[in-house]
Structures are given as C-alpha cells and as structure tokens.
C-alpha cells in the first residue's frame, strides 16, 4: 500500500506526474509493440519491457525479428533513462512523505 501513497503524493507534483506518466507511457508502448512485432501474449511482451528496462534482462523472452530488434535499441536507450528517474523520484517522495509524517 506505501507504493501507492507515494505514488499518489507525488501526482500533486507535476514534474514528477509527468515522469510517472512517462515510465508508464514506455511501459505500454513496448508491450503493445512487442505484442505487435513478436507475436507474444500481452504479459510475456511487458514481462520483456520490465526485465529489460530494469536491466536484468533474463533473456527468456528476446526479439527475433529486424523490426523489432531496431525498436529494442532505442527503447532501452530512452527507457532506462526513464525507469531509473523513476525510481529516483519515488526514493525521494516516499523520503519527504516520511519526513512529513513524522513532522505531524
């Protein structure tokens, strides 16, 4: 549930709103793409997204077609950028969210 306090607290600010919205915006679009390109389900092809922007990269599932492997470079490139400033910011906001309960 503290996930979604902090997510929540931090919607009120609009630049971290706007990185929320971005890392879900990547989120969808490669699972859509994935699905598209790849032919795989809807959970395998955001299973791909989350384990290669988080870089753990498993290598269960890997693109096997051109079109989808020139998409792959730079979604990562611009995904991982954006995972991690995510996972910045959330540090952050669940930190003064913190902060400010004890200040009460």
Same mark, same amino acid.
């Given at each position: 549930?503290? #996930? #979604?306090?902090?997510?929540?607290?931090?919607?009120? =600010?609009?630049t971290?709103?706007?990185? !929320?919205?971005?890392?879900?915006?990547?989120l969808? $679009?490669?699972?859509?793409?994935?699905?598209?390109? *790849?032919?795989?389900?809807? !959970? =395998?092809? !955001?299973?791909?997204?989350? @384990?290669?922007?988080?870089?753990?990269? #498993?290598? =269960?599932?890997?693109?096997?077609? @051109?079109?989808?492997?020139?998409?792959?470079?730079?979604?990562? $490139?611009?995904?991982?950028?954006? $995972?991690?400033? #995510?996972?910045?910011?959330?540090?952050?906001?669940?930190?003064? $969210?913190?902060?400010?309960?004890?200040? *009460?």
């Amino acid at each position: 549930m503290r #996930f #979604f306090r902090v997510i929540k607290y931090g919607l009120n =600010d609009p630049t971290s709103r706007a990185l !929320f919205i971005a890392t879900g915006v990547v989120l969808v $679009l490669g699972t859509f793409v994935y699905t598209g390109l *790849e032919g795989w389900s809807v !959970f =395998d092809s !955001f299973y791909f997204c989350v @384990t290669t922007l988080t870089t753990v990269g #498993f290598g =269960d599932p890997a693109p096997e077609s @051109t079109l989808a492997k020139a998409f792959t470079i730079p979604y990562i $490139l611009a995904g991982v950028g954006i $995972l991690m400033s #995510f996972a910045s910011t959330y540090l952050r906001l669940a930190r003064e $969210l913190r902060e400010q309960r004890r200040a *009460e």
